[in-house]
T-cell receptor
Framework: AQTVTQSQPEMSVQEAETVTLSCTYD???????LFWYKQPPSRQMILVIR??????QNATENRFSVNFQKAAKSFSLKISDSQLGDAAMYFC????????????FGTGTRLTIIP | DAGVIQSPRHEVTEMGQEVTLRCKPI?????LFWYRQTMMRGLELLIY????????DSGMPEDRFSAKMPNASFSTLKIQPSEPRDSAVYFC??????????????FGPGTRLTVL
């Protein structure tokens, strides 16, 4: 069974500062993808960043980057230069290329941006 | 690209009534997923379809829930009869052919269901 754990229910950061959201996961597969989704108050699920497990290089999308530690099964999200629009729930998710096509989500971290 | 379309956005109904949620996936996407989001259980996969065929419905909570995908551009999730514990946000998501396009799922805006 696949599991995704987000141990920080809530985080806050000062505007323009950097914040890191934690995520650990467990899977017996070697070929999988990891995602961070953002859910603002509008409740729309928006993909922030994606990491293929076979790639050693950490993914980066503008102010968003990940620290992917495959051996430790850790996948943290770093948000640089935090902006008010970054306030949202952030979900870490795992997808395996084999077996069922289930996207397994963590319980989420609510990020607050302090002006 | 209009994205995944769900209707209605909000539904309020009384216990015992039938509820039908609708989803139009992104054109050309081969897979469609129904999720339920609650405070207690987070995001749960209910069922998914590949090429209009239900593949895994193990997440459907009970026989009161059913889902159909009569064609590539339309799917429904039906609850009959509805109960207050069904109150949640229901998301539909679609994904292109995973071999060609990777594995990102594109989510609709969700339907907030309230059963009184």
């Amino acid at each position: 069974a696949q599991t995704v754990t987000q141990s920080q229910p809530e985080m806050s950061v000062q505007e323009a500062e950097t914040v890191t959201l934690s995520c650990t996961y467990d899977t017996s597969e070697s070929d999988y993808y990891l995602f961070w989704y953002k859910q603002p108050p509008s409740r729309q699920m928006i993909l922030v960043i994606r990491q293929e497990a076979y790639k050693q290089q950490n993914a980066t999308e503008n102010r968003f980057s990940v620290n992917f530690q495959k051996a430790a099964k850790s996948f943290s999200l770093k948000i640089s230069d935090s902006q008010l629009g970054d306030a949202a729930m952030y979900f870490c998710a795992l997808f395996s290329n084999f077996g069922n096509e289930k996207l397994t989500f963590g319980t989420g971290t609510r990020l607050t941006i302090i002006p | 690209d209009a994205g995944v379309i769900q209707s209605p956005r909000h539904e309020v109904t009384e216990m015992g009534q039938e509820v039908t949620l609708r989803c139009k996936p992104i054109s050309g996407h081969n897979s469609l997923f129904w999720y339920r989001q609650t405070m207690m259980r987070g995001l749960e996969l209910l069922i998914y379809f590949n090429n209009n065929v239900p593949i895994d419905d193990s997440g459907m909570p009970e026989d009161r829930f059913s889902a159909k995908m009569p064609n590539a551009s339309f799917s429904t999730l039906k609850i009959q009869p509805s109960e207050p514990r069904d109150s949640a946000v229901y998301f539909c998501a679609s994904r292109p052919n995973r071999v060609l396009k990777g594995n990102e799922q594109f989510f609709g805006p969700g339907t907030r269901l309230t059963v009184l």
